[in-house]
């Protein structure tokens, strides 16, 4: 099964290890899982960091590609179909474009979002499975 780390979840297992989940950090200590990182999650933190509100130390957000190939995780790229089919995506009441556009990212890539925010099983009837 292949995975889609949330943006959280790519940052603590950068940053911050033991603020995964204890599911999580054995899931990512089996050799064959397989753990995507999307670019939008790059853009994210790279544009949190440029407005004060994401506070990184020893690393900039430039890095992030080569901190994520370190970690032998694939960076996934939004592609024309997923950002033209995104309007398939119910809003179902969580209105966080990155969020959105990651879950949607998973559901059409048929990857499991690791993600510790349980607002997003609103996402289950769509099609998101999400492992915390």
């Known amino acids: 099964m292949s995975h889609l780390l949330d943006s959280h979840a790519f940052l603590?297992?950068?940053?911050?290890?033991?603020g995964l989940s204890a599911r999580v950090r054995e899931l990512l200590a089996q050799p064959a899982t397989q753990c995507a990182v999307s670019a939008v999650t790059f853009w994210?933190?790279?544009l949190k960091h440029s407005l004060g509100k994401l506070e990184?130390?020893?690393?900039?957000?430039?890095e992030f590609p080569r901190v994520a190939a370190r970690m032998h995780f694939t960076v996934l790229p939004l592609d024309g179909a997923t950002a033209a089919t995104f309007h398939q995506l119910p809003v179902a009441?969580?209105?966080?474009?990155?969020d959105r556009l990651l879950v949607?990212?998973?559901i059409h890539a048929d990857l499991t979002l690791i993600s510790k925010d349980a607002a997003l099983?609103?996402?289950a009837k769509a099609g998101l499975r999400r492992f915390w």
């Open 12 to 18: 603590w297992c950068a940053l911050r290890p033991a």
């Open 44 to 46: 994210e933190l790279s």
């Open 56 to 62: 990184l130390t020893g690393v900039t957000p430039d």
């Open 93 to 98: 009441g969580h209105r966080d474009p990155f």
């Open 104 to 106: 949607w990212q998973a």
């Open 121 to 123: 099983d609103a996402y």
